[in-house]
Each structure stands twice: as C-alpha cells, then as structure tokens.
C-alpha cells in the first residue's frame, strides 16, 4: 500500500504542477467538477470553455485523469477489469491509479499489474509474484520473470507452459525467448503446433526462430500442417530474423512456392523484397512475382498489408500508382498514403487526401483527416472535431489522435460529458494517450 501511495501522491503533486505552469491556479472549475464527479457542472464548464475557445491542453488533460480517477475510485472491484483493459493506451499516464488498483489481490489486481508490466510501465520485479497463484494476470508476471536458465526459473518456466490461461503461457514463451534453454524447445514446438490460441502459437513461432539451437529446417518440417495464421508468423519470422542466402532461401522458396498468394507467403514475400536481397536472385523473383500478384489480384486484407508494407520502388512503386488512380476508395487511399512519403509526389498526394478528408466516406475520412494531421495540415480542425460526434468509436478515436498531432486535444474534452461512465473512460484515455506517444 506504501507503494500505491507514493505513487498517487507523487500523480497528484505532477498534475497540480501541469495545472498551475498552465492556468496560473492550482484547479479549475472543470477539473475540480471532474475529480469530484459532478457530471452537470463539468458539462456547464465544458460548455463554457467550447464557446470561449479558452480552454488549454494542461487543463484538458488534468480533467481527463481526474475523470478516470474518479471513475475508478467509485466502482467495485468486480467491475474493474474491463476498465483497466481499456487504460492499455495510456497506461503510463494513469500509473497511479493502475498501481493502486494492482495493490489488491484480485483479478482486477492481477490484470492492472500485468498491464503495467506489458506496456513497460513498470518491471516484473516490481510485484511479488508467485507461479502458482490463483490470478491469471500475477501468474503471468511470475511466469515472465523466469527468464533465465537457472534450475529454478526453469521449472517455473516449464509449468507455466502447460499453463490453462494462454495469457500465462505466452508469458512463459516470452521469459523463454529470454532465456534461450535448450531444454526449452521440445515445449516450445508443442506450443508452436498444438496450442488453441492462435497468439501463444504465434509467440512459439517467433521463440523457436531466435532459437539458435533449432534449425530453420526443422521449424518448417515441424509446421508443415500448420494453420496460416501460424505460417504467416513463420513467413515473415523467415525473411527477417533468420533469413541467409544459402541456409535461408531453399525453406522461404520452399514456403512461398507451396501458399501461393495466401496470407502467409504474401508477408513472408514483402519482408523479403523490402529487405532487397540482390545474391538470391531466384527467391526475389518469386517473392516479387507474389508481392505483384497481391497488389493487382490479391484478396482485400492481402492487398492492404501489400500496400501498407510493399517497398516503393520498381517495379512495385508503379503498381502503386496505378492503385492510387484507379481502384475502390479503400486502395486509392492507401496507396496515396504511401505516395505522400515520395517528395515528388507529395503534393498531389496531398490534394487527394484532403479531397478524402473534407467527403464522407466514414471511416476512410477519418483515416485521411488523421493522416493529414500528423503531417500538421492545421486547416482540416473543423473536420476532425466533427468526427467527434461520430458513432463510430474508432472514428472518435482517430479524431482525438489527430487533435492531439494538431497540438489540439483539448477541444475533444466535450467527449467527457458524456453520461455513459465507460465512454468517459475510453475518451479520457484516448486523450491522456497523446501524450504517451
């Protein structure tokens, strides 16, 4: 509890520093109606500030963390951890209130210590924790923390991998990357192969391909059957961590050539060419024929991650550009979105995001607006804001983001009145999260 308390005071003392460096008083109105949840006064005072264009990002801020602290300081316990899930993005703004959270011993303990441990918030060590304990989030940093090849962490390490929870198990894959024990590996592989969440599978996959000790060969005979989610992770795991002309290619040919233009391949081909591999020649012909294949005839979600990750240059840059002029709203966006990061191209691509940026096509305008915004383009604000009544949360989101490019968020504070306590939540992170950045 000691450590919860300093840590609170040492939030409080941070915030009153913001306010008063700010607004030159030690709380305003506003923040004070949002640390006391006075939800009818917060909105007159939001009001107030919309009208009167006054309000700054300090302020905005302080009353974001006032609003979950709050929020957070009334619940019950049973109802914590959905909210501390959504505190992933900000996680390092609102430290205090997830450490104090984390002082109990429950699930929404385990889960608020976890996520300070997976956002790097804080380290493993900093929670006493046990391999056999009851909750699932302190099970896994117990399991996290046995990352080396001592007697000891090892059995912990091997324990945890048979682990009921996948959120314990890939930990343990995790400590395993660490550690690098050989005696890890026959384990290891049954996760790669047999495991039911696709997640710890994937995690697996990565950990044998650091392995040293396990032969790319080995890894490809053992995922011949393998679901795709899992030969995705292998394909790309294969042309950028453990990819070499002579040992490499004959397993990535081998792959590429056998999933044709699925999912799979089509990754494992991007990571390729984008690594530009001029001594295998035979493989980047393939790698370049399935990347080629995707931007022209691949299915939508190929397509996308084609385009999002393809190299621009010859002869991909071209495919690009015929993309960008000819094609479905979602490709033409992607593609000039792409085509901004060519100086020779940027202004055209520019004009045609605004043109995306000032239409309604939903989402995608948001997209363009958000985009556009963090390249500082400060004349599309009113176009942003307006995304903040849209009922498309991820819109809401991408809106609160892009404020917070344009140095702006505090204009999304409005969001904050809202009578649903969950969407005050998720907005108030949304908006501490652009400081996280």
Not at 57 to 77: D, P, T
Not at 124 to 135: H, K, N, V
Request: neutral net charge; glycine residues 4%.
């Amino acid at each position: 509890m000691m450590r919860a308390a300093f840590l609170a005071l040492f939030s409080s003392l941070s915030l009153f520093a913001l306010a008063t460096s700010v607004t030159g008083c030690a709380s305003s109105d506003l923040v004070r109606a949002a640390k006391e949840g006075d939800q009818k006064r917060f909105a007159e005072a939001v009001t107030v500030h919309d009208k009167s264009g006054d309000l700054s990002n300090g302020e905005a801020l302080n009353a974001a963390y006032a609003i979950i602290e709050h929020e957070f300081s009334k619940a019950k316990r049973v109802d914590l951890p959905p909210r501390v899930d959504a505190l992933y993005s900000c996680a390092k703004s609102t430290k205090s209130i997830l450490d104090h959270v984390a002082d109990d011993h429950d699930e929404a303990g385990g889960r608020a210590a976890l996520l300070l441990v997976q956002t790097g918030t804080m380290s493993a060590s900093s929670f006493d924790t046990r391999i056999d304990d009851p909750i699932e989030g302190f099970r896994a940093i117990a399991a996290r923390k046995a990352d080396d090849d001592g007697e000891r962490s090892t059995k912990k390490r091997h324990q945890a991998l048979a682990d009921g929870s996948p959120i314990v198990r890939r930990a343990a894959i995790q400590a395993a990357n660490d550690a690098k024990d050989p005696s890890d590996l026959p384990l290891l592989r049954d996760r790669a192969r047999l495991d039911p969440s696709p997640m710890v599978r994937s995690e697996a996959v990565r950990a044998l391909l650091h392995h040293r000790s396990e032969s790319t060969e080995s890894i490809l005979r053992l995922l011949a059957d393998a679901d795709d989610v899992t030969r995705s992770e292998l394909a790309t795991a294969l042309a950028t961590t453990r990819y070499d002309p002579e040992n490499g290619a004959p397993e990535l040919r081998r792959l590429l050539a056998a999933n044709g233009t699925r999912a799979s391949a089509m990754l494992g081909a991007v990571f390729f060419v984008r690594g530009n591999h001029p001594d295998d020649p035979q493989t980047s012909e393939l790698a370049t024929s399935i990347v080629m294949e995707n931007l022209r005839r691949g299915g939508r979600v190929e397509r996308m991650a084609t385009l999002r990750l393809v190299p621009l240059r010859s002869p991909f840059l071209e495919e690009v550009e015929t993309i960008a002029r000819a094609s479905d709203r979602e490709g033409m966006l992607a593609a000039w979105t792409r085509l901004l990061e060519i100086p020779a191209r940027e202004k055209a691509a520019t004009d045609m995001l605004m043109r995306f940026a000032g239409n309604d096509y939903g989402r995608l305008s948001s997209e363009a607006r958000k985009t556009l915004a963090s390249r500082h383009v400060t004349s599309i604000q009113a176009w942003i804001e307006r995304d903040l009544a849209s009922p498309d949360e991820a819109s809401r989101r991408l809106a609160i983001s892009a404020l917070g490019d344009l140095d702006r968020v505090s204009r999304a504070t409005r969001l904050l009145s809202s009578k649903d306590a969950d969407f005050r939540i998720r907005s108030a992170c949304a908006m501490l999260a652009t400081q996280d950045r």
